[in-house]
């Protein structure tokens, strides 16, 4: 349990909403989770944010002044492609939500008023998608550095990695080599 919490805390939620009293329900909901919580109350101050900061996930109201909910989450994929971008709607407008999802790379579309217990699941599965895909880009980039290395290896030593190998493409070890796999094994 306290693993978890301690995981928890590295991720920073930004709550973006024109009512304050959406905002203290959604940091009431959150409360005890772990989570850094970041609140605006505008696309602007919530823009704002994002420019001064790295956060993980940013929960927005769509229906808001000056700038909508959609407007705003467009840009902040743009400032920060990595972030997770919900919407927090009160109108039931399935067109908008299939357009956000498929369009706008928006995570989720959360309802108003939204359940508690389904809000910190879906919360708790965004951060492990994120951490997810923050791992796989890491191992990637990981891979890509290997092959390249490996590629200047074979460039400086053209017979290194060559392999002989029988007529089922089964690797053929000389006992010279088994003998000195066998010293390195011991050792």
Do not use: C
């Not at 203290?24 to 959150?30: D, G």
């Not at 994002?50 to 400032?79: K, W, Y």
């Amino acid at each position: 349990m306290q693993e978890k919490l301690e995981t928890a805390k590295k991720h920073t939620i930004l709550l973006v909403d024109d009512e304050d009293n959406v905002r203290s329900a959604l940091r009431r909901t959150l409360r005890g989770e772990g989570y850094e919580i970041l609140e605006a109350s505008s696309g602007e101050q919530g823009l704002a944010t994002l420019r001064a900061q790295p956060v993980d996930v940013v929960i927005s109201d769509h229906a808001m002044p000056n700038m909508t909910g959609l407007e705003f989450l467009r840009v902040a994929r743009l400032l920060r492609p990595d972030t997770l971008r919900i919407i927090l709607t009160g109108q039931a407008d399935l067109e908008m939500a299939v357009r956000a999802i498929n369009e706008d790379a928006i995570y989720r579309f959360l309802l108003k008023p939204w359940d508690q217990l389904d809000l910190r699941v879906m919360l708790r599965l965004a951060i492990r998608h994120l951490d997810s895909e923050r791992r796989n880009a890491r191992l990637l980039e990981l891979v890509r550095k290997q092959t390249k290395l490996l590629e200047k290896l074979e460039r400086e030593n053209p017979h290194l990695f060559d392999v002989e190998r029988d007529d089922r493409g089964a690797i053929i070890v000389s006992e010279e080599e088994l003998a000195i796999l066998g010293d390195t094994i011991v050792t």
